[in-house]
Nanobody, 122 residues
Framework: QVQLVESGGGLVPAGGSLRLSCAAS????????MAWFRKAPGKEREFVAA??????SHADSVKGRFTISRDNARNTMYLQMNNLKPEDTAIYYC?????????????????WGQGTQVTVSS
């Protein structure tokens, strides 16, 4: 059974940093894709960043501030978030899929974590 477990969320002031982790168990996604999505109150879940064995992709709203990476030996994905803004406040979800040709549409991802809360105070 696949499990994705996020950690690293918390409360930080604007301009601060956090590093989120997503540990996968039950299978590896070395040849697939892993991603971060987020959902803010009153808004739809949105794509943040994704990583495959050959590339990374970041939403325009986080480019230059967030960096996605993965450690295949640990079967873990990370999201380094710098210069956080109040509008980054959301629940951040880890997603994974066997298909490396990922879509930014959340409905196309097969595996999800429970989410971790990130709150940025102004």
């Amino acid at each position: 059974q696949v499990q994705l477990v996020e950690s690293g969320g918390g409360l930080v002031p604007a301009g601060g940093s956090l590093r989120l982790s997503c540990a996968a168990s039950g299978r590896t996604f070395t040849t697939g894709a892993m991603a971060w999505f987020r959902k803010a109150p009153g808004k739809e879940r949105e794509f943040v960043a994704a990583v495959t064995w050959r590339s990374t992709s970041h939403a325009d709203s986080v480019k230059g501030r967030f960096t996605i990476s993965r450690d295949n030996a640990r079967n873990t994905m990370y999201l380094q978030m710098n210069n956080l803004k109040p509008e980054d406040t959301a629940i951040y979800y880890c997603a994974a899929d066997n298909n490396p040709n990922f879509q930014r549409d959340s409905s196309s991802w097969n595996y999800w974590g429970q989410g971790t809360q990130v709150t940025v105070s102004s």
